[in-house]
């Protein structure tokens, strides 16, 4: 009797030996599953990082080399009364150096060149840059432009009053739903003729007006053409 409970008893003790091996066997594994989770998850939060410094980067970038293409604005024109058209809602203003796609034509504002075209009274004989002329709309000029339907006393007429405004600058522009056209940042009117009165009412409006940005800047040492 007493050998056989001796033997039980080794018998047990085995198999708990054998149950703390396996357990000690099963939490080094664990461990080791835990530690290379770990790994895993870590190695994915640094890869991400990465990226998302990167898309920073990139778009730091883009800003700042000029990776253009939107004009950044969003909204639409609402027409008063007078006939002028207001843009309502976003007209960014990050200086870009490629060429900018806006949403109206000509532009009343947007994204645009770090280089101004001249505004001091320039009359220009041969399509301007967008890009250089809404700089010149965001230092508080008034931009006049025509297609080739407008006649050409309107045109000289024209010409004439914005080479004795500082402020003002004038251009042909192809692609514009009227003959005759007067812009300013974030506002703009078709003119029947050199005569309607609203051309001199546009222009005591919105030269320097309260609707510029940069009120003062400078309208020449800029870009030529």
Known sequence: MGSAN??????RKARI????RADRARERRNRVLVIAASVVVVAGLVVGGVVLVNKQ???KDSAASGDGKG????????TGKDGVRTWSGKLSRTHVTAKVSYPMHPPVGGNHNPVWLNCNGDVYT???????AVHAL???????????KAKKADVDALAAKVKKTPYS???PYANQSDPLVLSAWGHQVSVKSAGDPEVNKFFAAYVQGP???EPGASCTGGAMK
């Open 57 to 59: 980067s990139d778009s």
């Open 6 to 11: 001796k033997s039980s008893n080794a018998a």
């Open 17 to 20: 030996e054998e149950m703390r």
């Open 138 to 148: 965001e230092h508080g000029a008034v931009w006049v432009t025509y297609t080739d």
């Open 211 to 213: 609707q510029t940005p």
């Open 126 to 132: 041969t399509p301007v840059r967008d890009e250089n």
């Open 169 to 171: 600058l004038m251009s």
């Open 71 to 78: 004009s950044g604005d969003s909204g639409h024109f609402v």
